[in-house]
T-cell receptor, first 118, second 112 residues
Framework: KAGVTQTPRYLIKTRGQQVTLSCSPI?????VSWYQQTPGQGLQFLFEYFSETQRNKGNFPGRFSGRQFSNSRSEMNVSTLELGDSALYLC?????????????????FGAGTRLSVL | QKEVEQDPGPLSVPEGAIVSLNCTYS??????FMWYRQYSRKGPELLMY????GNKEDGRFTAQVDKSSKYISLFIRDSQPSDSATYLCAMSATDSWGKLQFGAGTQVVVTP
C-alpha cells in the first residue's frame, strides 16, 4: 500500500506570496490532518479534514486554510507569507475503520513539504 | 504551560543500553497515546500506540501509560546506533482524535 504522499518536497517563496501544498492520503483513509513543525515550537496541529469537512482547527491565523476533495486528497494554502512561516509542513492520514476502538486514530505521516520564506 | 511536556534531550546512551523516554500531560481527556520516531528530514514514523492505560510491548519497544499520574513512557531495549533519532510522544482526546498534541521530542543518540 502506498504511503502518504506530499508534494512538492521543497519550496522557496518570498514574503507576501502565497503557497499551496498537496497531500494524497493512504488509499481508503478519509481523514487528513496537517501539522507545522519548527525547531522552536515543535509539531503543531493546523487542521483536520474528514469527508471534505473541516472537523478540527488549531490556533493558527486565517492566512492558513485548507480543503479536502471527494477523493480525500487535501491541500493547504498559506496566503501573505511571513518569514515565520518557514517550516516543515506535515500531512497525516487515518482510517475511520478498524476492529479496535482506537484503530481509527492512528495517523500515518508523509515526508513533509519544507517551506522556506525569504 | 504546554499540554504535553517532554524533555528535548539530547539523551546519549551506549549501544546495548536501555533507552528510557517519558512525557507528562495535563489534559485528562487524552485517551490515545502514541510514540513516533523521526529521523532527520523525514516525517514521523509510528512506533507504538496505546489506548487508555496499560502496557504494550512490540519487539524491543515497550510503551506504558499511567493515566492516574498523567505520565507515559517508552523503553527501548538493546539499543542500536540505528535507533538514533528524535522520539515524539503524541496524544489525543476521544472527541477530537484527529488532533494530535505532540511533545517537543527527545533527541536520542546511541553510540557504538
Amino acid at each position: 500500500k502506498a504511503g502518504v504522499t506530499q508534494t512538492p518536497r521543497y519550496l522557496i517563496k518570498t514574503r507576501g506570496q502565497q503557497v499551496t501544498l498537496s497531500c494524497s492520503p493512504i488509499s481508503g483513509h478519509r481523514s487528513v490532518s496537517w501539522y507545522q513543525q519548527t525547531p522552536g515550537q515543535g509539531l503543531q496541529f493546523l487542521f483536520e479534514y474528514f469527508s471534505e469537512t473541516q472537523r478540527n482547527k488549531g490556533n493558527f491565523p486565517g492566512r492558513f486554510s485548507g480543503r479536502q476533495f471527494s477523493n480525500s486528497r487535501s491541500e493547504m494554502n498559506v496566503s501573505t507569507l511571513e518569514l515565520g512561516d518557514s517550516a516543515l509542513y506535515l500531512c497525516a492520514s487515518s482510517s475511520t475503520s478498524g476492529s479496535a476502538l482506537g484503530a481509527k486514530n492512528i495517523q500515518y505521516f508523509g515526508a513533509g513539504t519544507r517551506l522556506s520564506v525569504l | 504551560q504546554k499540554e504535553v511536556e517532554q524533555d528535548p534531550g539530547p539523551l546519549s546512551v551506549p549501544e546495548g543500553a536501555i533507552v528510557s523516554l517519558n512525557c507528562t500531560y495535563s489534559n485528562s481527556a487524552f485517551q490515545y497515546f502514541m510514540w513516533y520516531r523521526q529521523y532527520s528530514r523525514k516525517g514521523p514514523e509510528l512506533l507504538m500506540y496505546t489506548y487508555s492505560s496499560g502496557n504494550k510491548e512490540d519487539g524491543r519497544f515497550t510503551a506504558q501509560v499511567d493515566k492516574s499520574s498523567k505520565y507515559i513512557s517508552l523503553f527501548i531495549r538493546d539499543s542500536q546506533p540505528s535507533d538514533s533519532a528524535t522520539y515524539l510522544c503524541a496524544m489525543s482526546a476521544t472527541d477530537s482524535w484527529g488532533k494530535l498534541q505532540f511533545g517537543a521530542g527527545t533527541q536520542v543518540v546511541v553510540t557504538p
